[in-house]
């Protein structure tokens, strides 16, 4: 049960004169149960990437297994892989449609053929884990925040209950209380129901504190795969393809250079808090 | 998918074709299908061909490229043929069963399918080495002397360019919704018309909405940038004819003189 990509490439405008290799030999496995980051510049290569794995792009060559099958396949199900991995894509605006955000919701389980009674229920669930308020059940879905307007639009795919859930930018245009609301939110869907997710940002700082592992794009390859502090122990490299680390990184490197004992690979603000206390500590100084 | 559309497209390259004045390209398109009516023998056909290979051959559009973009209207060219084929009165050629093939109606054929796909050839051309806001320049200052008449030559030139701008946006966006809804389950490609038809609801809905912001957005920008009608509006660049399209003009004069004496001399 899990998701492999074996020497996947893609080309954009193939015949053209602009063609773009869009994907590059990326090789990938994602097991069940991971919170994964997808990081990369614009044009990178992220969203490219997880297009493939509802099989919405089709790769030029290499292939793509979910759960021990080829979905290039000849009669593999796209429409059943489509209802297990679930992607919402980074604006609500291009699938909201509907009169009302119940029915909205309700659109996905429809389409897997479920009876009224089964896809109201199922995007009752939906719209209550990712914490829609009630009294916004039956506004028309335009109406909303952009925040609520990402919600709706998440439980407009969580509906249809996959087993992978890929999340592209799903903070981009969010102010840091409504991104912060949105990513805890996430990350207990996965605690409580360890789905696996794929979370698709340009930001380090989103991702530094929920994920388990961390793949960097760029230009189309796979830069870095590890957990968080491993690739934040290359952020001078990030920084080369413009993307940066978390800021703790840079307050403990600093904190470091100047002669304090403190840990720079902690990832989180929490850690950093702990190791800059145990460092200050142990010098005997108090502020 | 819908990248695939061709017809009207802009082929971003160096050329000497995409230098010249739009305005030549524009002058030159209109002479060239008329000349391609006027013609009553293949010699003129064979004067258009040389003209038309050697204006592809300058602007190094690929040939492959220009043919792609012609798939959308082989169905079109079908139907010409087939229906002057058979239902042109005259000697009769072939009969088979209630369908008879006239001497007539074979030239008539070939004579329109010829005409056709030069005609489409050369007016893709021009599309495909002209940029549309180069395009929508040459065609507002080519119909300025309709201002006497009143014509609102200036805003009818920045609604066309505002709308070829927004086609490939568009185009691109409706990529990106269907891409959304199909992750969503929506099936855009079984079924009968009735529910073929349906399926476009959860398309069109954020297709138009996101139309509507966006001109309203647009609208906003200009009004910010104090846009108020042509009246008084200078150019940053304006057209101004150089050498080469002198020359442009010379090479279009000689090729329709050649044709139109080859083509219309009769056997």
Request: charged residues 20%.
């Amino acid at each position: 049960m899990s998701i492999i990509l074996n020497h996947v490439n893609y080309i954009y405008g193939e015949d053209g004169p602009l063609a773009v290799k869009a994907l590059d030999d990326v090789c990938l496995q994602i097991p069940d149960g991971q919170f994964v980051g997808i990081i990369g510049h614009t044009g990178s290569g992220k969203s490219t990437l997880v297009q493939h794995m509802n099989g919405l792009l089709r790769a030029a060559s290499g292939h793509i297994y979910f759960n021990g099958e080829d979905i290039y396949d000849k009669d593999f199900q796209m429409k059943k892989l489509r209802s297990k991995v679930g992607l919402v894509f980074q604006y609500p605006e291009h699938q909201l449609f509907e009169i009302d955000v119940f029915s909205d919701v309700c659109f996905g389980p429809k389409n897997l053929g479920l009876d009224r009674r089964e896809a109201e229920l199922r995007a009752f669930d939906a719209l209550r884990k990712v914490g829609m308020p009630a009294e916004l059940y039956y506004q028309s879905p335009f109406e909303l925040s952009g925040g609520q307007k990402r919600r709706a639009a998440i439980a407009g795919v969580l509906a249809m209950s996959p087993e992978v859930l890929i999340l592209d930018e799903p903070t981009a245009g969010l102010d840091p209380k409504g991104r912060d609301e949105i990513l805890r939110q996430i990350k207990e869907l996965q605690v409580r129901t360890n789905m696996t997710i794929l979370l698709v940002s340009h930001s380090m700082e989103d991702v530094a504190e929920y994920v388990d592992r961390i793949i960097v794009m760029n230009k189309g390859k796979v830069m870095y795969d590890d957990v968080p502090r491993e690739v934040f122990s290359h952020y001078k490299e990030l920084e080369k393809i413009g993307l940066a680390a978390p800021q703790v990184t840079y307050i403990l490197h600093a904190l470091k250079d100047r002669g304090f004992d403190v840990d720079v690979n902690a990832t989180t603000t929490g850690e950093a808090v702990e190791t800059v206390l145990g460092a200050l500590g142990r010098k005997g100084t108090y502020i | 998918m819908l990248r695939d559309i061709t017809l009207g497209q802009y082929y971003q390259t160096e050329s000497v074709i995409h230098r010249l004045d739009p305005r030549v390209k524009l002058g030159g398109t209109l002479l060239y299908i008329i000349s391609l009516f006027l013609f009553r023998n293949f010699l003129g056909y064979g004067a258009a061909a040389v003209f038309l290979a050697a204006v592809i051959g300058l602007s190094h559009v690929p040939f492959k490229f220009i043919v792609k973009g012609m798939k959308a209207i082989v169905f079109l060219l079908l139907i010409t043929v087939v229906f002057n084929l058979f239902l042109t009165p005259g000697t009769e050629l072939v009969s088979v069963w209630k369908l008879t093939i006239t001497v007539e109606g074979l030239r008539t054929a070939v004579t329109m399918a010829v005409r056709l796909t030069m005609l489409i050839i050369g007016s893709s051309l021009m599309t495909l080495t002209t940029t549309p806001n180069n395009l929508t320049d040459g065609m507002e200052r080519m119909m300025r002397p309709l201002k006497v008449f009143k014509v609102p030559v200036h805003e009818v030139a920045m609604i066309m360019s505002i709308a070829l701008r927004f086609i490939p946006i568009l185009l691109e966006e409706t990529d990106k919704i269907m891409k959304a809804q199909i992750a969503r389950g929506a099936d855009f490609e079984t079924g009968n018309i009735v529910k073929r038809a349906k399926a476009l609801v959860p398309l069109l809905v954020p297709l138009f909405i996101s139309a509507f912001r966006r001109a309203n957005d647009l609208a906003m920008a200009m009004e910010a940038r104090c846009y108020r009608g042509g009246e008084g509006r200078t150019k940053m660049k304006p057209l101004v004819y150089e050498k080469r399209d002198r020359l442009g003009y010379l090479c279009i004069f000689v090729y329709l003189a050649v044709g139109i004496t080859v083509g219309r001399l009769r056997f």
